[in-house]
């Protein structure tokens, strides 16, 4: 009889988008992030995609410091893959998004291919007041924002984490990001297998449609052939039902409070761990298997969970 397939779960915990006011339930001090990271974990999630924030009013944060109590705990905690952000936030430089993977030397890290309209505005009208004064002119001024990735900036990314041996999470927003990628493969700055996020539904990128799947797997395999793994980050209402999708289709699958605080129309989600359960039972009772840490290590070649600096 042959083996189910094993699926990845990523699970991206804060972000750097919903901001405090928008769910009670959105971890936002070091303690929070780190406890339901592992809680994450416990429940079904191989990967952890880390972001941080400022302990004094949570904004987006970049800081190694911010990130290390963090990091600590979820190592001492779990045998969970650590992915650290380099995308940070809209706001930030490559230079200041790099420096906590440059400090803490994880197995993964998340890179944007390419520069894009990451607009997420319209969320400030849907509340009437706002916990801390940075949020509504944070959330407002996204739609005047260049989320900038240059090739230039790729290029800094990747030559000067290459010592520390880093598999990236490809994220991909657009098919044009596809061969970005392809591009900066041929020039040798990353080796294969890569790690394709397919990211869809933020205003600016590809839409979360079946058929835009469908068409972004379609190209992956023309330009990449067998040299890529991927996965598939839905945001919003998509989250589950792209998701879903994507484990038939052979791919893995990313869920977190970053990239939806729902659990189901309407219906704030109270954890990670919630959503992570989910889709975990979405995938094993549509028939596949949810890798493990040190399974999903062997299917991206990772470097090891020994290799890291914190």
């Not at 906590?100 to 509340?127: D, K, Q």
């Not at 589950?240 to 729902?262: F, H, I, K």
């Amino acid at each position: 009889m042959s083996q189910k397939r094993k699926t990845i779960i990523t699970c991206a915990v804060t972000g750097a988008i919903h901001t405090p006011t928008m769910s009670e339930y959105l971890p936002l001090t070091q303690d929070d992030i780190a406890r339901q990271a592992i809680e994450a974990a416990e429940a079904g999630a191989s990967i952890l995609h880390l972001h941080t924030r400022h302990p004094e009013d949570f904004r987006p944060s970049v800081d190694p410091e911010h990130y290390a109590p963090i990091l600590q705990r979820v190592k001492q905690s779990t045998n969970a893959v650590v992915n650290l952000t380099t995308g940070g936030a809209p706001t930030m430089q490559i230079s200041e998004r790099i420096e906590a993977a440059l400090a803490f030397s994880p197995e993964m890290c998340s890179l944007n291919m390419g520069s894009m309209n990451f607009a997420f505005h319209g969320l400030a009208g849907r509340y009437d007041s706002f916990r801390y004064d940075w949020e509504k002119p944070y959330i407002e001024g996204s739609e005047g924002n260049i989320f900038r990735n240059t090739l230039k900036d790729i290029r800094e990314a990747a030559t000067r984490l290459a010592p520390h041996n880093v598999k990236f999470e490809h994220e991909c927003y657009d098919v044009g990001h596809l061969y970005t990628l392809r591009h900066c493969l041929d020039e040798g700055l990353f080796k294969a297998p890569i790690f394709i996020q397919f990211v869809m539904g933020v205003l600016g990128g590809i839409g979360a449609d079946v058929e835009n799947l469908v068409f972004l797997k379609k190209t992956a395999d023309k330009l990449f052939g067998d040299q890529y793994r991927w996965s598939v980050l839905g945001a919003g209402a998509a989250q589950m039902p792209l998701a879903a999708t994507a484990s038939q289709m052979g791919g893995n699958v990313r869920v977190g409070l970053e990239d939806s605080l729902y659990i189901s129309r309407g219906k704030l989600a109270v954890s990670n761990a919630e959503q992570v359960a989910k889709i975990r039972r979405i995938i094993e009772d549509l028939g596949c298997e949810v890798a493990t840490p040190d399974e999903a290590r062997e299917i991206l070649h990772l470097k090891g969970g020994d290799r890291v600096n914190f």
